[in-house]
């Protein structure tokens, strides 16, 4: 499916909109829009599913939220982007890929599915990552340099904000992550980071459920820790202890040292996009004619544009 078709459903599982400004956030002219809904339709019905409306000047989608997960995130209905992504993280995480067993699962050719994988390729090449041949087998992972290990964590990052956290059996991921412990955690990440009075954004929980993943394929990250007096972050180290106790020593160190960084206000974010969203922050109080924002508004604010910037470059597609 190309990326907009998947975008319409990605914006119609949000609300209605007007033909104008799915063609204005999809960036398509009306008729190429109106071409989309029809092939969009077309699938839908062959799902037996509804199909997309124009009611009052604004096209609607009316699909059950079983319905929904199935449509957002199952393999029917993922672009080519998507599946690029999917099998960079499976390779990455299971160390190990068969390009014909995955040719199978999406019912694709055996060209295609070698595209999709060039691509893959290209990328580990890029950053210095290796792999080797297993005859009659498939391609194993050798070495995962460290740019690989931030784009795994990064593109993780971009899964959860795209499923709300949500890794639910009808998702293509679940078989995948099931064993990583992720769909009971989300909970136990917003009860640590509210005691710590540490602002629970989404870009922060999803960043953390990543880090469990990275922590299960490859140890996960340093952060930097060298904080003085320790002691008086007891209090919320045996919070940790005692929520995830199901969970690795490994991970509960890791969440404690991002969260120390966190109130100790270090930056973890991207610099080029910490940069750009300091720049839209610029304009936006020259626009706005602002001459003072309250620090802590403004650190939050600063946030809030990371998250939108990181959400447009990578092309997801949440209107609220």
């Known amino acids: 499916m190309n990326s907009t078709n998947v975008g319409i459903l990605n914006l119609l ?55 929904w997960l199935y449509i957002l995130n199952g393999k029917e209905f993922m672009s080519s982007e998507d599946i690029i992504d999917y099998l960079y993280l499976k390779f990455i995480f299971k160390g190990f890929i068969n390009l014909e067993y995955e040719k199978n699962e999406f019912q694709i050719s055996r060209s295609s599915i070698n595209r999709y994988f060039l691509v893959v390729k290209n990328m580990l090449g890029e950053n210095s990552s290796s792999y080797k041949y297993e005859n009659a ?63 629970s954004t989404k870009f922060i929980i999803a960043f953390s459920l990543a880090l469990k993943i990275c922590v299960d394929t490859f140890g996960g990250f340093s952060f930097n820790n060298n904080y003085s007096k320790l002691g008086q972050y007891i209090e919320i180290k045996e919070l940790i202890e005692k929520e995830l106790q199901n969970y690795s020593e490994n991970y509960k160190q890791q969440i404690f040292s991002f969260l120390l960084n966190l109130k100790n206000k270090e930056n973890f974010f991207e610099q080029g996009i910490i940069e750009r969203a300091k720049v839209l922050m610029n304009e936006l109080e020259k626009q706005l004619n602002i001459k003072k924002i309250e620090k802590g508004f403004k650190e939050l604010l600063l946030k809030k544009l990371y998250m939108s910037l990181f959400k447009y470059e990578n092309n997801i597609l949440k209107v609220y």
């Open 13 to 67: 599982y949000h609300g209605r909109f007007s033909q104008n400004d799915l063609a204005l956030y999809l960036d398509v002219d009306s008729k190429t829009l109106v071409k989309n809904i029809a092939q969009l339709n077309l699938n839908l019905k062959y799902l037996n599913l509804n199909q997309i409306e124009l009611v009052n000047g604004k096209y609607e989608l009316e699909l059950n939220s079983e319905q």
């Open 137 to 199: 087998k498939g391609l194993r992972l050798i070495h995962l340099s460290p740019q690989d290990k931030n784009l795994f964590c990064k593109k993780l990052i971009k899964l959860f904000v795209k499923t709300d956290f949500s890794i639910s059996p009808l998702t293509t991921y679940y078989t995948l992550f099931k064993d990583s412990q992720i769909n009971e955690l989300s909970e136990k990440l917003y009860k640590i980071f509210t005691f710590s009075e540490v602002a």
